[in-house]
């Protein structure tokens, strides 16, 4: 009769008493030991099945059967919806960009996202000057743009919330970077002005202006 001083050593460290322990271990591996019924781990330690040290062996066995059960399970390979969503449909997290498809021309704002008021008018004031765009409040008597004669484009058109978003990370991120920054308010993109540039192999290069509106 063999002892295997691994699988003692190991009983022991479970809290099983060296006598017992050895008894277990007498011909037995863990492996073994778990797999015994009742009425053998009695045999084995010697003890009555109605005894406290039964018991007790018992409930220790059978616990680190459980713990191999619950090891085993855990190392199951099982396919997720969020699994799914992050590798066979990217789509689910990366919004598609239409300012990245090839028929959809080039499209920016005048100026920067973050821009004064008086900057993001003179810039649009030279922009715009070909139009002659630029005329006298009537009520305050300072000079104005009429911007609402341009084409509108809604902020909810997915080209402009392209654009509102690409802008909104950059600003969170200089936010994070400088925090006396001042972030973007909300709404900063109505009444800002898009810029679209269109080229033809026949018409060469176009530009076109457009009006960011909050409705029709």
């Known amino acids: 009769m063999v002892v295997k001083s691994a699988t003692k050593k190991r009983l022991m460290e479970l809290g099983i008493s060296e006598e017992y322990s050895h008894k277990l271990a007498t011909d037995r591996n863990m492996t073994q030991i778990k797999q015994l019924s009742p009425e053998d781990l009695s045999r084995a330690l010697g003890v009555s099945k109605e005894s406290e040290t039964f018991h007790k062996i018992k409930a220790i066995v059978a616990e680190q059967g459980n713990r191999r059960r619950a090891a085993k399970k855990s190392k199951k ?13 990217p789509e689910i997290t990366m919004r598609f960009n ?51 004669l341009l084409p509108k484009i809604l902020i909810t058109d997915p080209v402009v919330q392209a654009i509102k978003e690409t802008c909104e990370k950059a600003d969170i991120a200089e936010l994070a970077a400088n925090p006396e920054h001042s972030p973007l308010p909300a709404g900063w993109i109505a009444d800002r002005v898009l810029k679209v540039i269109r080229k033809s192999p026949t018409a060469g290069v176009t530009v076109a202006y457009r009006l960011i509106v909050e409705g029709s």
């Open 98 to 148: 239409p300012l990245n498809h090839e028929i959809v021309p080039h499209q920016e704002l005048l100026g920067g996202a973050n821009i004064s008021d008086e900057e993001q008018f003179d810039l649009e004031k030279d922009e715009l000057s070909p139009w002659g765009l630029l005329e006298t409040d009537s009520e305050t008597g300072e000079p104005r743009l009429a911007k609402e």
């Open 77 to 89: 390979i099982t396919i997720r919806s969020k699994a799914i969503d992050d590798y066979d449909r």
